[in-house]
């Protein structure tokens, strides 16, 4: 029996410190070995741990006399939730994708359904105050590491060599890859720093957490966040509300020392907007601070993209699109006014930059009104119990309830991703199991069931890791496919398509490949073999405008090149391509080019026009409008887009000879 106790602790260390190793490791890691250094990394490594958590909690199980499973009064919500979201990928158009989450973002059901797991296991294993403060720190810790990253990348230093081009000037994302990413998982954790720092009981421990706080708030403005600064503000002053008068009034020093910090910090950025001129757009505090109103910049695409919504969910009401399926959705409901606020690429949204609006579109107003519920639950019994709370306590639960509350906001106008998930659900499971736990639910089923459980799951735990570092091998091979030469990268490509059949845009990448070599072999069977390429790609995808897209571009060139015959395929590819986005111009103007060399000028002209609507600075199109223009017979409006043409390029030779001839 004694034998029996010693294990089962063993595995509850176990499964503790694997947590630890979760709130550590997720939020820090970052890999250069894939297309994107980050998401697909943390997507992996949080499978395989919670995968590694639970197996340990079975085997726990199996020593145990009984099966015991600890419960609150939001468990069935919460599980009704993720039943929906099933049901919901069940239903989806493309099942596979909603499962796995769109390349590079990762929020499929697999995701949601570790969400899931992590809160019901932090309910069986993380109850004891001490635990509870402990998970605390490491979450307070690991944040200030990741803010010094952010501040030293904010100030021109980046130890990681990554690219200054790939956000505004200097715009903070340290190991999230983002700066919304990282507002909002800073917003998560500011609170609970403030919690540490309020509960800190002597001097040293109130510098360590003061400090951990400043880098925070530090690091917080650098990443010019709105959403994680309004976030962020909302967390604070909830903190101190929930913390009661007689605590705030108690706390009023450290209060005063905390507003110094935040003072300090907010100065320092002031003084560097004033003094060192900006060279980005939003690299000024003061005028990212103004611009948080406005709708002319990053909120007015939110806002428009915010507008389809409703769309979008009458189109598939109860169940919605399926789990990270708003890509899927979004194309058929833009406007006109999102795709010029975006510009030249003019891609739409893969995400609606609002949770709760993601959520009623991916998982219907059923999937809504169940996560609702949920936090309404939630939020309701833990105040209530907050309440009743003194001391240590109350502050404690005030950081928690303001940290969940604070990442609500930032849900608002940002995106969740999995490390900032991962902690969500954990805060929401310690909430739960501290405020609204009840009975326990116990069973003593045999030892050979209790067995063959335990064996099913160690099973699930080693294909889960192999499935999961497969799809993660796979990008691997990606990424090394564009850095080899043609013939190699062909070789690379099959194999990430091989170990990921997935991913559309294995396909096309590798499309796009044998057409370029079609063009430098000059030889028509690359043509043949990228067709064949892009419609595997599309039995992946069968709604992908993207798809269409290129292929139209593919019996274009080959048509040009090679094969006559295949031009006229060319125009139904690139219809059916603007039937699902009608703003991709890429289409628009290829389909303008098709009517152009078939010389049904008032077609192109259409078309040309459209392309300018979204993107007014593309001189190749002021330059075969031109040439419409002429065959038309009308010379001012072709002299005009010559015009444009040289404004914008004024070394364009073709365009200055037809000008200089129109002349």
């Known amino acids: 029996m004694k034998k029996v106790k010693l294990t089962t602790d063993r595995l509850d260390n176990l499964i503790y410190y694997a947590f630890h190793f979760m709130v550590i490791s997720l939020p820090l890691i970052f890999l250069p070995f894939t297309q994107e250094w980050y998401g697909l990394i943390k997507v992996t490594l949080l499978r395989i741990e919670t995968l590694f958590i639970i197996s340990c909690w079975l085997i ?53 359904l570790n969400y899931g797991l992590i809160f019901f296991l932090v309910n069986q294993s993380i109850f004891k105050i001490k635990k509870i403060n402990s998970i605390l720190t490491s979450l307070v810790i690991t944040s200030a590491v990741i803010s010094m990253y952010g501040i030293l990348q904010f100030v021109g230093f980046d130890f990681a060599g990554l690219s200054r081009n790939l956000w505004e000037t200097n715009r903070s994302f340290s190991t999230l890859g983002n700066p919304v990413f990282l507002g909002g998982y800073l917003a998560l954790i500011l609170p609970l720093a403030l919690a540490k720092y309020f509960n800190s009981g002597n001097l040293r421990n109130s510098i360590f957490y003061g400090l951990m706080i400043f880098l925070i708030v530090s690091c917080l403005i650098a990443t010019f966040s709105r959403g994680g600064w309004i976030a962020g503000f909302t967390g604070f002053i909830l903190m101190i509300i929930l913390a009661g008068r007689d605590i705030a009034l108690a706390l009023s020093k450290k209060i005063l020392i905390i507003l110094l910090i935040f003072s300090f910090a907010l100065s320092v950025f002031l003084i560097y907007d004033r003094f060192i001129p900006s060279s980005g757009k939003y690299l000024s505090f003061s005028k990212r601070l103004v611009s948080i109103p406005q709708t002319d910049n990053g909120w007015g695409s ?15 009401p109860f169940f919605g699109w399926g789990p990270d399926m708003f890509y899927l959705a979004y194309p058929r409901f833009a406007t006109l006014k999102y795709a010029k606020l975006v510009g030249k690429s003019a891609y739409p949204s893969d995400n609606a930059h609002n949770y709760f609006l993601q959520l009623i579109s991916t998982q219907g107003i059923l999937g809504f009104l169940a996560f609702i519920l949920t936090i309404f639950i939630l939020l309701f019994y833990g105040i209530k119990f907050l309440l009743k709370q003194k001391n240590e306590e109350r502050i404690l639960f005030s950081g928690l309830m303001a940290a969940l509350i604070g990442y609500l906001i930032y849900l608002q106008s940002g995106i969740n991703i999995s490390s900032n998930g991962m902690i ?31 064996i099913l799951f160690i099973l699930l735990f080693f294909m889960g890791s192999y499935f999961s570092i497969r799809l993660y091998v796979a990008d691997v091979k990606f990424k090394k496919a564009g850095e080899t030469d043609l013939f190699m990268a062909i070789a690379e490509y099959k194999s990430s398509i091989e170990l990921n059949p997935y991913i559309s845009q294995y396909y096309y990448t590798l499309g796009k490949l044998y057409i370029k070599l079609a063009s430098i072999e000059r030889n028509s069977l690359f043509f043949s073999k990228a067709k064949e390429i892009y419609l595997a790609g599309r039995e992946v995808n069968p709604d992908d405008f993207e798809s269409y897209s290129l292929m139209g571009d593919l019996y274009i060139k080959e048509g040009l090149n090679y094969n006559p015959d295949s031009f006229s395929y060319a125009e139904s590819e690139l219809k059916k391509s603007l039937e699902i986005y009608p703003y991709w111009i890429s289409s628009r103007a290829n389909l303008g080019f098709y009517y152009f060399l078939k010389n049904q000028y008032k077609k192109a002209v259409d078309e040309f026009n459209r392309v300018l609507e979204i993107d007014s600075e593309d001189f190749y199109t002021y330059f075969y409008l031109g040439k419409c223009y002429e065959g038309l017979g009308e010379r001012d409006k072709a002299i005009s887009a010559y015009k444009s043409v040289l404004n914008l390029n004024p070394d364009h030779k073709e365009a200055a000879e037809a000008l200089e001839r129109l002349l």
């Open 424 to 454: 969500f659900w954990l805060v929401a499971g310690i909430i739960s199991n501290q405020t609204i736990k009840i009975p326990s639910f116990s069973v003593a089923p045999s030892k050979a069931k209790r067995s063959l459980i335990v």
């Open 60 to 112: 726990k199980q199996l020593f145990s006399d009984e099966m015991e499973i600890k419960r609150t009064k939001i468990d069935f919500f919460v599980f009704v939730f993720i039943l929906l979201g099933l049901i919901s990928t069940l239903l989806s158009a493309n099942p596979v994708i909603s499962f796995l989450g769109k390349y590079r973002r990762y929020e499929g059901f697999s995701v949601l």
């Open 302 to 316: 939110r806002i428009e993209v915010w507008k389809a919504v409703p769309k979008i969910v009458l189109e598939k």
